[in-house]
């Protein structure tokens, strides 16, 4: 039931994981990019972000940096703490022109505050303990 609301909410499909760390890293798993740009967000990200660069050789490099085919540009966004807010359709259409994928935290804003898949992510992630659950941040 729940997968089926937040489906609803996303326009998306759904699926849910014990935690948002463990979406992240399905997420990443699933994808397997060769190179992940990444800007700032949660520390547990770059935790398995660095796990699979020391065990898969994935390359981390920044959000502007060159993407290829099979890469992925994650963001969060807005960023925590300083919620920065990142132009998703940009990143989106800078991907998808040379076969990368998109994947969003949007841990700090969910919807209704923001539709991702509508705007080109590929991928949204949310740790619904979080803002989903009522908890201040």
């Known amino acids: 039931?729940?997968?089926?609301?937040?489906?609803?909410?996303?326009?998306?499909?759904?699926?849910?994981?014990?935690?948002?760390?463990?979406?992240?890293?399905?997420?990443?798993?699933?994808?397997?990019?060769?190179?992940?740009?990444?800007?700032?967000?949660?520390?547990?990200?770059?935790?398995?972000?660095?796990?699979?660069?020391?065990?898969?050789?994935?390359?981390?490099?920044?959000i502007d940096d060159e993407v290829g085919e099979g890469d992925v540009i994650w963001l969060e966004s807005p960023r925590n703490p300083m919620c920065e807010v990142y132009d998703v359709k940009h990143y989106a259409s800078r991907a998808h022109a040379v076969g990368a994928k998109v994947v969003v935290d949007a841990t700090m804003a969910p919807p209704p505050l923001q539709k991702l898949i509508p705007l080109g992510a590929d991928v949204v992630v949310h740790s619904a303990t979080k803002y989903y659950a009522g908890a201040a941040i």
């Open 1 to 62: 039931r729940c997968e089926k609301l937040i489906s609803e909410l996303e326009g998306g499909t759904a699926v849910l994981y014990a935690s948002g760390l463990a979406a992240t890293f399905a997420t990443l798993f699933h994808l397997q990019p060769s190179r992940v740009g990444v800007r700032g967000g949660y520390h547990g990200t770059h935790n398995v972000l660095s796990l699979m660069r020391d065990k898969q050789q994935v390359v981390i490099q920044d």
